[in-house]
């Protein structure tokens, strides 16, 4: 068990710029999930992926953002057109599906200038 | 809308004594509920959880109770060491189909040699 592992850790970008974020989940995890948090909030759903099936999307989730899990293992998470208000700690999770506990990787710290 | 609610932002104990941390949840339909702890710079670490049809569950130091007429539930720490200094947040899986799990806003425990 490697734990669930994501890149970058820090990205800075400029308003405007497009960013796009790596998950790579533990291996026998089918599925996978992504969340943001920021400064004083839990972490708030975003997605999440049954294999390579995205099943649920937050409704708070803007047509800027965009995930994808091809062939069910890692995941990106695509920001576009990033906006200051997007600046946030973007978080994945892996499980083994039903109500069996989310692992998180350590996150990607997002900051927009 | 905050469907799961942790209204202590702090706490702190000392060493050795019994730390209570309260969540209570505005949805009937949720149906499984776990606690995570989170230290600055990683993600959130699994530590107990707990099924809707139990009111209590037991993991060494750990125990969690759920009064489900109350909507409410607490992680008791006993006894409290310094390493149980962190954010321990409340989490609930949604049920009626879905596994989107929310979280609440979070408690800093703080705990005093």
């Known amino acids: 068990d490697t734990g669930v592992s994501q890149d970058p850790r820090h990205k800075i970008t400029k308003r405007g710029q497009n960013v796009t974020f790596r998950c790579d989940p533990i291996?026998?995890?089918?599925?996978l999930y992504w969340y943001r948090q920021t400064l004083g909030q839990g972490p708030e759903f975003l997605t999440y992926?049954?294999?390579?099936?995205?099943?649920?999307k937050s409704r708070l989730l803007s047509d800027r953002f965009s995930a994808e899990r091809p062939k069910g293992s890692f995941s990106t998470l695509e920001i576009q057109r990033t906006e200051q208000g997007d600046s946030a700690m973007y978080l994945c999770?892996?499980?083994?599906?039903?109500?069996?506990?989310?692992?998180f990787g350590n996150g990607t710290r997002l900051t927009v200038t | 809308d905050q469907q799961v609610k942790q209204n202590s932002p702090s706490l702190s104990v000392q060493e050795g004594r019994i730390s209570i941390l309260n969540c209570d949840y505005t949805?009937?339909?949720?149906?499984?509920f776990l606690w995570y702890k989170k230290y600055p710079a990683e993600g959130p670490t699994f530590l107990i959880s707990?099924?809707?049809?139990?009111d209590k569950n037991e993991d060494g130091r750990f125990t969690v109770f759920l009064n489900k007429s109350a909507k409410h539930l607490s992680l008791h720490i006993v006894p409290s060491q310094p390493g149980d200094s962190a954010v321990y947040f409340c989490?609930?899986?949604?049920?009626?189909?879905?596994?989107?799990?929310?979280f609440g806003k979070g408690t800093k425990l703080s705990v005093i040699p």
């Open positions: 999770a892996s499980s083994y599906g039903g109500y069996s506990p989310l692992h």
């Open positions: 291996s026998e995890h089918n599925r």
């Open positions: 992926f049954q294999n390579e099936a995205q099943l649920e």
């Open positions: 949805n009937s339909m949720f149906d499984y």
């Open positions: 707990i099924s809707s049809i139990k």
């Open positions: 989490a609930a899986f949604s049920g009626a189909g879905s596994y989107q799990l929310t």
